[in-house]
């Protein structure tokens, strides 16, 4: 380690933010301290509160900044107003007492059926509260100071870093959205010699391989650029896609380039696709990518006409299908592809790595060394196991491990591009302050996301998920793995922080000092190796070692097994977004992702190291925040019970909730509107807006009556072995005309999803509820005893006013589909039919 010779060592506290003078921050400092960071290890950790020195105490070292002032943490900001939120909170167990009332009513009406769910439904509810506490109790904000790195330590002594960037299928994860993901992650700046980048292709698509051929030479452009222009955007597509870069003859050039290498690309993908068919090419080429269209328009903009160029010749290149000779040039090259064979499917394949940059010899055009770009598509048969993501990031593992072995491993998902070059700076700063070192597995960086609409209508923000419950966690043993923008030290995938578990062979340890280059050949046979299809049997792969298997959420599973491990995590939350993802535009998208989800939350509650005993025996409160991720699917008991019960009761002029002039009725009243008001309250506090907190709960309820209830099916489905799981990939396709209707916020329904028919159904029933209920109380019938069931219906009803437009007032594309419409009104009258003789 370089011991820092500057003047001016770690003595100055770093500058705090004028906004946040009220919070006590704390700030170590290692005035007294060594200059060496290897020393201050040494020495007991001192930091100044109010003024005063103080010695860390051992359980509250993990809040306490380190002595280096590489990084600080302090309580949250608005710790008033979330005190006041706890205290909402509070009230909310009351609502366990109601059991009783209504227990004791309907008992009078012996309806037994609706008393067991009634109680089911209590249950759930306060279980959910309890373990949401867990996020409440030590909130923490941590703030980093890389500036201060250079004091001590140079950049060639900086750890090196491997990227794996995941890909699974080309036609839902355009492979030029990948290569972008890719180009912002190579122009990091970090040390270029350092930095790797591997692309685990599992839709094992030639069509990426091609792009990344292509990104390579690109590569070779880009990174100078945006060195030189000092451009914080990384992705060319976003940096091009925004109007407020500075417009020069370079920006013009390198623009130009970039289209062509989009065009050369997608013409490429064409050919492939639709070898027979020259004509169909182009049409569907022209119909299906803006690209094109964007290119044409860049090319007439820039009135740049080179004759690669012209969009005629292109077209004649296509009608001719010569694509591939043209472009794909050299031996090397042209033995990748010849990996595709006839018999070369995406479920069975053989092993495919490619090394397009080396970084010891290749370099950009102004004579700087390029990152390390390698792609990898990992052997394939239909009769072994490759466990989706988690088996994707293993064998990432494994071949980073033979070719580079960096100790810090940063894991992205394809659409995940840099927003902010400086981010392993960032990271170093918690890497390499050796007080927090010892037992760190991971920093996760919260994930954020483009092109939401203004209300972001499907409340893809999921900042609960993404910021507000991370933050909880940190205070404990740190957030969960979210899946994406998460840097990894390669020792927490081997054992627990103070017993090392030893791979199978010691080219995986990751000690291993790697000592040959990229493509000496027995590198390259060893990484084909590891990375085939039968490698992990008989290994602790999967089980004991690197990302777990036995769940669709592997990411939550993963960060579930290093805390109970032993291992901490942190939460690094910069102001400016570290990377920024593609949110589903299509309301089906987004409830299969959320199926998915649900199917691997409930893998994880009932596996032998169920959260719900296990964890909680094991980690305590984090326990009970990983319980509280496993028991959402739960929330389908409560939602779908408030959706179709009482108002069924309305229908048939039943009261089930207390009368007006009860003093339940209140009490009622007020953990209704207490439960929304502090989550509205939450939402403010966060910087968000009304619309956008009405917007969340409506997904919410949403949420509730499709995908939690479907998800929980389809697991017990799979658990008595009736169906298999899947891992569908979410699409991060924009289709012009979707694109437009969600930036209008239209809600997107279209495809005749099975998981729409409860939501219509419910919508409908609502309706119809609501308006029976007020002219019921028109007429002066039993107004007092109907009052909160048609409040709840008209709740509801507003609720649902996209799902009325989409099945009664639209004829896009978009709208419901007519067979949804029908199957759910013939339901809806079904369920009353039913209802008569229940109540
Ligand atoms: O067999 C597979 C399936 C998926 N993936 C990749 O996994 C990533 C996530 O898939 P996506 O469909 O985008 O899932 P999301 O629901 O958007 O992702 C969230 O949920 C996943 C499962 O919990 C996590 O892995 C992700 O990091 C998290 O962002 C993508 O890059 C895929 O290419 C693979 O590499 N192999
Ligand atoms: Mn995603």
Known sequence: MAASTTKNPIT???????????????????????????????????????????????????????????????????LLQSRVCLC???????????????????????FFFCDTLYFTVYLVLAFMWVASQSFHMRPVHRKEYPENLEKIMKPSDFPALDVFICTADPYK?????????????????????????????????ALTLFAFMEAAKFASHWLPFCREKNITVRSPEVYFGTSNHSWCSETEKIKVKYSFSTVVFLLFNSVINYKSCPTMIFLSFKRKH???????????????????LRPRRVE??????????????????????????????????????????????????????????????????????????????????RVS???????????????????????????????????????????????????????????????????????????????????????FCRRAFFGDPSTFMSPEIPQLH??????????????????????????????NWGCKMGFRYGSLVEDYYTGYWMHCDGWRSIFCHPERPAFYGDAPIALVDLINQNKRCVIGLLEVAFSKYSTLTFGIHRIGLMGLSYAHYSCWPFWAIPITVYAFLPQLALLKGVSIFPKVSEPWFLLYLFLFIGAYAKEYLEFILEGSTFRKWWNDQRIWMIRGLTCFLFGSIEYLLQSFGISAPGFNVTSKVLDDEQSKRYEQEIFEFGVPSPMFVTLATSAIINLFSFFKGFLDIMSGNNM?????????????????????????LRSDKGKMPTKITLISTFLAGALYAAASHIF
Not at 784 to 808: D, W
């Open 510 to 539: 990751p000690n291993h000092a790697v000592d040959k280059p990229l493509k000496s050949p027995s590198i390259l046979s060893l990484a084909h190796q590891v990375a085939g299809c039968n490698y992990e049997n008989q290994t």
């Open 12 to 78: 100055t506290p770093p500058t705090l933010q004028p906004g946040r003078k009220k919070n006590k921050i704390i700030v170590v400092m290692g005035a007294t301290e060594p200059e060496n960071p290897a020393l201050l290890s040494i020495s007991p950790p001192v930091y100044q509160e109010n003024g005063k020195s103080k010695r860390v105490h051992r359980h509250h070292r993990l809040l306490q900044p380190s002595p280096s002032s590489l990084h600080s943490s302090s309580p949250p900001s608005h």
């Open 401 to 487: 491990a033979v070719m580079t072995n960096a100790p810090i491993v940063l894991t992205l998902d394809c659409d995940m591009y840099s927003n902010d070059p400086k981010t392993p700076l960032r990271v170093l700063c918690y890497v390499c302050d050796s007080a927090a070192q010892s037992d760190l597995s991971y920093v996760q960086f919260p994930q954020c996301f483009r092109g939401l609409n203004k209300n972001d209508i499907y409340a893809s923000e999921i900042k609960r998920v993404f910021e507000i419950n991370p933050l909880g966690m940190d205070g404990l043993k740190g957030p969960d793995y979210l899946g994406t923008g998460t840097f």
């Open 173 to 205: 994860e355009p492979p030029i959205n990948v290569v972008n993901t890719a180009l912002s992650v190579m122009a990091y700046d970090y040390p270029t010699e350092k930095v790797s980048v591997y692309v685990s292709d599992d839709g094992g698509s």
């Open 784 to 808: 007092e005893g109907l009052f909160l069931q048609m409040f709840l219906a008209g709740f509801l009803m507003v609720n649902c006013l996209p799902v009325y437009e989409a099945m009664f």
């Open 290 to 308: 803006t690209t094109w269209d964007r290119y044409v328009r860049v090319v007439k903009e820039t009135d740049l006409k080179p004759d690669a």
């Open 88 to 110: 909402l909170h509070v009230c909310h167990p009351s609502s366990c007492l109601s059991p009783c009332t209504n227990t004791f009513q309907l008992q009078k009406r012996s």
């Open 316 to 397: 004649h290149v296509v009608e001719t299908g010569n694509v591939s000779n043209e472009y794909v040039s050299g031996d090397e090259e042209r033995e990748a592809f010849s990996k595709w064979t006839d018999g070369f499917t995406r479920q069975d394949h053989p092993t495919v790595i490619q090394v397009f940059l080396e970084n010891i010899k290749d370099r950009d055009i102004t004579g700087h060394l390029l990152p390390n770009l390698i792609y990898v598509s990992r052997q394939k048969s239909k009769t072994s196991r490759h466990n989706f993501k988690a088996g994707a990031l293993n064998t990432l593992l």
